[in-house]
């Protein structure tokens, strides 16, 4: 089982200034369409020359349109990069914005 998080709870962490990282894992075509505020964009494909921008020791949210490449994202950085740091926003940003933010426009 991978470590997941959802809308509500990154809503409430992110409202009592918890120290996260947001990392979205989309293509650079839909985080230009909507994203969530303070995250940073770094493509599925391009984690493995790009893990290293992720800081071990502050938790980091992995975003994707519905968890699924998240999910992949995860599993990959826990397996290759051992980072332990790692949540997976479960549904996505489709989810956040139907759960918490709908001014984060949907696709």
Known sequence: MLPELSPADLHARLQRGDALQLI?????????????????LIPLGELPGRAQ????????????????RSMQA????????????L???????????????SSVAIY
């Open 24 to 40: 979205d894992v989309r293509q650079p075509d839909e985080y230009a369409y909507c994203r969530i505020e303070g995250s940073r």
């Open 87 to 101: 949540l997976n926003l479960r549904g996505g940003i489709h989810a956040w914005s139907t759960q918490v933010d």
């Open 74 to 85: 995860l599993a990959y950085l826990q397996h290759r990069h051992e980072l332990t740091n």
């Open 53 to 68: 921008e992720i800081d071990p020791e502050v938790p980091a949210v992995l975003i994707c349109h519905h968890g699924v």
